[in-house]
């Protein structure tokens, strides 16, 4: 299992880069400080000092344009 601090508590996960990245799920955590990831149970944590785009380790994020 992986973790993930993001600066976001509501995002997408779709697990690794295309093709083999698994259904692109749609993750709140309202008010917790964390949620795990119901495919590749990675689990994410909210960190308040990031940007919306921002991760550690870094680069964990894709977005469109």
């Known amino acids: ?3 993930i601090e993001i600066g976001v508590a509501a ?14 799920v749609y993750l709140n955590m ?3 400080a ?4 119901p ?3 990675t689990q ?3 960190n ?3 940007r919306w785009n921002e991760t ?7 977005a469109r344009a």
């Open 11 to 24: 995002f997408y996960c779709m697990g690794v880069l295309p093709p083999h990245d698994h259904p692109h």
């Open 1 to 3: 299992m992986s973790s």
């Open 56 to 62: 550690i380790p870094i680069n964990c994020w894709a």
């Open 44 to 46: 994410f944590r909210l």
């Open 34 to 37: 964390d949620i795990l990831c």
């Open 39 to 41: 495919y590749c149970s």
């Open 48 to 50: 308040p000092a990031l």
């Open 30 to 32: 309202g008010e917790q």
